[in-house]
């Protein structure tokens, strides 16, 4: 009995301590790819997502630059980025470069289907918006011709509080 007490009490402690060591969603394991669209209301979506979260892909926020999930991201080795909101597969570490900007930056999604680009005018600046194909939400914006040394000098400027981790397995 002590045994699966302590058993309860060391995986909770474990489970607590990586929660909070990670300023990005980190998952050890690929999440379901979203068969079709993702459709929910903003009160489901409340339920699933984090308030920072929520903001981002939601509503359409901006996470400050150079904050902790920016730091984190330029620590991350190989992996996948998949939307925090439906698990959509977008980025990869392969196509992630340091553009200096303070926020993760990609030269191309790894699964192009899974995102969608929309003209954005908001704040008096015509950008282009990038956006989850799956469930609509908010990644980030994409720059072009900035003349960044990478196979297509664009640069998808993403918030990496919408962005879910997955770490490469080990070999
Ligand atoms: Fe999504």
């Known amino acids: 009995m002590l045994f699966v007490l302590w058993g309860i009490f060391a995986l909770a ?16 394991e690929m999440p379901a790819e979203p068969a079709g669209k993702v459709v929910k209301t903003d009160a489901e979506w409340k339920t699933l997502l984090k308030p920072e979260q929520f903001r981002i892909l939601r509503e359409a926020g ?6 902790d999930v920016y730091q984190e991201f330029k620590r991350q080795g190989k992996g996948t980025y998949h939307c925090a909101g439906c698990g959509a597969l977008l980025f990869s570490s392969d196509q992630k470069f340091d553009s200096g900007c303070g926020w993760p930056s990609f030269y191309d999604p790894v699964k192009a289907d899974n ?9 008096g600046r015509t950008r282009v918006e990038v956006t ?12 072009e011709g900035e003349g960044f040394k990478t196979p297509t000098d664009k640069r998808y400027c993403i918030n ?12």
Do not use: I, Q, W, Y
Request: charge should be positive; aromatic fraction near 4%; glycine fraction near 16%.
């Open 132 to 143: 989850c194909a799956k469930c609509g939400g908010h990644l980030g914006h994409v720059f």
């Open 62 to 67: 901006t996470e400050p630059p150079n904050g």
């Open 115 to 123: 995102v969608v680009m929309k003209m954005d005018t908001s704040g």
């Open 13 to 28: 402690a474990c489970s607590g301590a990586d929660h909070k060591k990670s300023a990005m969603e980190t998952r050890a």
């Open 160 to 171: 990496g509080g919408g962005l879910k981790f997955v770490p490469a397995k080990e070999k």
